[in-house]
């Protein structure tokens, strides 16, 4: 996935974050990337901002956006913008 999205110059990627796990796969629920995996993805491939989405949507599909910030904060990249915690961002470039 990378590869694929590395040379489209990203500005803000909207990642999910809900995960997957071999519980809901028996369900036939797919998921997506983790909390990890968005913040990981959206550094590679060098967007400016990444918004964690998909989350909460379903019952027993769930994804935690306080683990994305506290992942980012620890990676040294968290801007909560201006007026407080209003969503998520990680501005990749330092």
Avoid: K, S
Wanted: one cysteine or more.
């Amino acid at each position: 996935m990378v590869e694929r999205l590395a040379g489209l110059d990203v500005d803000v990627a909207l990642i999910p974050i809900n995960g997957r796990d071999w519980f809901r796969e028996q369900r036939q629920i797919i998921g997506n990337t983790d909390y990890r995996e968005a913040a990981d993805l959206g550094h590679a491939i060098g967007a400016d901002v990444i918004v964690p989405t998909h989350f909460d949507m379903f019952a027993g599909n769930p994804g935690h956006p306080g683990l994305f910030v506290d992942y980012c904060t620890g990676r040294g990249g968290l801007d909560t913008g201006r007026g407080g915690l209003r969503w998520c961002r990680w501005r990749c470039g330092g």
